[in-house]
């Protein structure tokens, strides 16, 4: 999928966002409520966590960049414990959606579904993080078959990847034939990435493609 920013990038951004900023963001929503913890423990604990659970991803993603044959089982094993005993911040999210996609890579749709799903119980749907969630729930959706379900995720939430959610749709449309529809979905993709100074690569060809293939039925009407 060709977009400003696919999915992985986006999760990147995600992840660099939350090294510079969320352990402030942290502290500023456990300042609100110290008024009825201790402060000073509960910063101490907090802080712990996070450094405790950006060391355990940090270890995912040496296993993801190594390669090697037995990095599925061990990017597996460090996944599910760091959801296991860190389930309350960023980093879970980050390692079922790692597991995810190590799902579909394996052709096992209703594994990736759960996944995604247990990630959106933890984080909340109009968060940027929420709003990728579901972008990858949608085309996981759509590949069970269950268009419905993926077309309703992408015209409900889409303020943070307008062109993603726009382009997905589109994908989804082409596979139903429903290529009229299609073809509004990635002008509207194109048009985002344009406002936002970026190319739309791929998006050019699909649209061209889509606009051959309905030609000869504009002629005839």
Partial sequence: ???HLDDDEQVE??????????????AGVVLAVAGT???????GWSAQQAEMASDAWGAIEVAVQSGDS??????????ESLKDDFSG???ARFAALQLAALAVEAGDLDVAESELRWALTKEGENSELGQLIQLRLARVLADQGDTTAALT??????????AAYAMAKGDILVSEGRHVEAL???REARAVLLALGNPPGIL????TSLESRLAPAEEAS
Avoid: C, F, H
């Fill in 70 to 79: 037995g990095s599925i089982e061990t990017i597996n094993a460090l996944a």
């Fill in 89 to 91: 911040t960023v980093y």
């Fill in 1 to 3: 999928m060709a977009d």
């Fill in 184 to 186: 509004s979905a990635y």
């Fill in 153 to 162: 995720i992408l015209d409900s939430n889409k303020g943070a990847y307008p």
């Fill in 13 to 26: 951004a995600l992840k660099r966002w939350w090294d510079e900023n969320g352990k402030s963001t942290m």
């Fill in 204 to 207: 050019d060809t699909k649209i």
């Fill in 37 to 43: 913890v201790g402060w000073q423990q509960y910063q």
